[in-house]
Protein backbone atom coordinates (compact mmCIF):
# COMPACT_ATOMS: atom_id res chain seq x y z
CA UNK A 1 0.00 0.00 0.00
CA UNK A 2 1.36 3.38 -0.84
CA UNK A 3 -0.08 6.65 0.61
CA UNK A 4 0.06 10.06 -0.95
CA UNK A 5 2.90 12.21 0.82
CA UNK A 6 0.60 15.00 2.34
CA UNK A 7 -1.46 12.62 3.85
CA UNK A 8 1.65 12.25 6.86
CA UNK A 9 0.62 15.74 7.90
CA UNK A 10 -3.68 14.45 8.31
CA UNK A 11 -4.79 13.11 11.25
CA UNK A 12 -6.66 10.65 9.76
CA UNK A 13 -3.25 9.07 8.31
CA UNK A 14 -2.68 6.35 10.67
CA UNK A 15 -6.53 5.13 10.41
CA UNK A 16 -5.70 5.09 7.02
CA UNK A 17 -2.17 3.16 6.76
CA UNK A 18 -3.43 0.19 9.28
CA UNK A 19 -6.75 -0.11 8.53
CA UNK A 20 -5.95 -0.55 4.51
CA UNK A 21 -3.26 -2.83 5.12
CA UNK A 22 -5.35 -5.02 7.27
CA UNK A 23 -8.37 -4.60 5.02
CA UNK A 24 -5.96 -5.39 1.79
CA UNK A 25 -4.75 -8.21 3.41
CA UNK A 26 -4.52 -11.63 2.09
CA UNK A 27 -4.71 -13.65 5.24
CA UNK A 28 -7.63 -15.44 5.38
CA UNK A 29 -8.74 -13.66 9.13
CA UNK A 30 -6.99 -10.08 9.59
CA UNK A 31 -7.47 -8.44 12.71
CA UNK A 32 -10.38 -6.12 11.76
CA UNK A 33 -12.24 -5.62 14.71
CA UNK A 34 -10.00 -2.82 16.67
CA UNK A 35 -11.14 -0.70 13.63
CA UNK A 36 -14.83 -1.05 13.23
CA UNK A 37 -17.68 -1.66 15.31
CA UNK A 38 -20.28 -4.61 14.83
CA UNK A 39 -22.72 -2.63 12.91
CA UNK A 40 -20.24 -0.99 10.65
CA UNK A 41 -21.43 -1.54 6.94
CA UNK A 42 -19.12 -1.68 3.35
CA UNK A 43 -20.90 -0.14 0.33
CA UNK A 44 -19.90 -0.90 -3.29
CA UNK A 45 -21.50 0.94 -6.03
CA UNK A 46 -24.90 0.61 -5.18
CA UNK A 47 -25.30 -2.94 -3.71
CA UNK A 48 -26.96 -3.42 -0.68
CA UNK A 49 -24.31 -2.94 2.44
CA UNK A 50 -22.28 -5.76 3.68
CA UNK A 51 -21.45 -6.68 7.07
CA UNK A 52 -18.08 -7.21 8.72
CA UNK A 53 -19.28 -10.63 9.01
CA UNK A 54 -19.85 -10.88 5.13
CA UNK A 55 -16.59 -8.77 4.77
CA UNK A 56 -14.65 -12.19 6.72
CA UNK A 57 -15.88 -14.21 3.67
CA UNK A 58 -14.43 -12.21 1.26
CA UNK A 59 -11.06 -12.10 2.76
CA UNK A 60 -11.24 -15.93 3.18
CA UNK A 61 -11.80 -15.44 -0.81
CA UNK A 62 -8.69 -13.60 -1.16
CA UNK A 63 -6.37 -15.54 0.83
CA UNK A 64 -7.78 -18.69 -1.36
CA UNK A 65 -7.69 -16.76 -5.23
CA UNK A 66 -5.19 -13.51 -5.28
CA UNK A 67 -1.47 -13.58 -4.68
CA UNK A 68 -1.68 -9.96 -4.68
CA UNK A 69 -4.45 -7.16 -3.90
CA UNK A 70 -3.80 -3.45 -2.29
CA UNK A 71 -4.97 -0.17 -2.78
CA UNK A 72 -2.56 2.96 -3.60
CA UNK A 73 -4.05 6.08 -2.22
CA UNK A 74 -3.50 9.35 -4.59
CA UNK A 75 -5.28 11.85 -3.21
CA UNK A 76 -7.40 12.23 -0.05
CA UNK A 77 -9.28 14.78 1.82
CA UNK A 78 -10.60 15.00 5.35
CA UNK A 79 -13.49 16.48 6.98
CA UNK A 80 -14.01 17.04 10.37
CA UNK A 81 -17.12 16.39 12.37
CA UNK A 82 -17.81 16.82 15.90
CA UNK A 83 -18.42 13.14 16.17
CA UNK A 84 -15.37 12.42 14.15
CA UNK A 85 -14.17 12.66 10.64
CA UNK A 86 -15.20 12.19 7.00
CA UNK A 87 -12.48 10.39 4.50
CA UNK A 88 -12.59 11.21 0.79
CA UNK A 89 -9.83 9.45 -1.09
CA UNK A 90 -9.30 8.33 -4.72
CA UNK A 91 -7.29 4.87 -4.72
CA UNK A 92 -5.91 2.33 -7.49
CA UNK A 93 -6.56 -1.12 -6.60
CA UNK A 94 -4.32 -3.86 -7.81
CA UNK A 95 -5.88 -7.73 -8.07
CA UNK A 96 -3.55 -10.43 -9.01
CA UNK A 97 -4.93 -13.96 -8.69
CA UNK A 98 -2.69 -16.65 -8.17
CA UNK A 99 -0.50 -18.39 -10.36
CA UNK A 100 -1.61 -15.35 -13.20
CA UNK A 101 1.62 -12.93 -14.10
CA UNK A 102 -1.23 -10.42 -15.17
CA UNK A 103 -2.02 -7.85 -12.85
CA UNK A 104 -5.32 -5.76 -13.19
CA UNK A 105 -5.80 -1.61 -11.64
CA UNK A 106 -8.75 -0.10 -10.79
CA UNK A 107 -9.75 3.27 -10.41
CA UNK A 108 -11.89 3.61 -7.03
CA UNK A 109 -13.13 6.61 -5.15
CA UNK A 110 -14.02 5.77 -1.82
CA UNK A 111 -15.93 7.64 1.42
CA UNK A 112 -15.20 6.73 5.00
CA UNK A 113 -16.91 7.69 7.91
CA UNK A 114 -15.14 7.36 10.96
CA UNK A 115 -16.19 7.68 14.75
CA UNK A 116 -14.03 8.66 17.57
CA UNK A 117 -14.09 6.38 20.31
CA UNK A 118 -11.48 6.61 23.57
CA UNK A 119 -8.40 8.21 23.63
CA UNK A 120 -8.88 10.11 20.34
CA UNK A 121 -8.87 6.99 18.19
CA UNK A 122 -10.65 6.41 15.55
CA UNK A 123 -13.06 3.63 14.34
CA UNK A 124 -14.99 3.04 11.03
CA UNK A 125 -18.67 2.88 11.01
CA UNK A 126 -19.30 2.90 6.73
CA UNK A 127 -16.98 2.64 3.81
CA UNK A 128 -18.45 3.52 0.67
CA UNK A 129 -16.54 2.57 -2.84
CA UNK A 130 -17.33 3.46 -6.69
CA UNK A 131 -15.42 1.69 -9.04
CA UNK A 132 -16.20 -0.03 -11.60
CA UNK A 133 -15.26 -4.27 -10.99
CA UNK A 134 -15.45 -5.47 -14.70
CA UNK A 135 -11.90 -5.33 -16.00
CA UNK A 136 -11.08 -7.74 -12.60
CA UNK A 137 -14.28 -10.07 -13.80
CA UNK A 138 -13.09 -10.18 -17.38
CA UNK A 139 -9.15 -11.12 -16.28
CA UNK A 140 -10.95 -13.86 -13.86
CA UNK A 141 -13.08 -15.47 -16.57
CA UNK A 142 -9.79 -15.43 -18.88
CA UNK A 143 -7.54 -16.77 -16.85
CA UNK A 144 -9.99 -19.30 -14.73
CA UNK A 145 -11.59 -20.32 -17.78
CA UNK A 146 -8.33 -21.85 -19.21
CA UNK A 147 -8.20 -24.41 -16.52
Known sequence: MRLFPIL????????L????????????????DPYVF????????????????KLSEMHQMRHRMLQV????VTRAWEIERDAGITVIFE???????????VQVKVAEM???ELKRVSWGRLRLT???CWMDPSAVQKRANEFFGNK
Open 110 to 112: NTW
Open 17 to 32: KSFLSVLDSLDASPPI
Open 8 to 15: RLRGFYLF
Open 38 to 53: NTTQFVLNRDAPITVE
Open 69 to 72: FRHD
Open 91 to 101: SESTTQFKGDD
Open 126 to 128: EAR
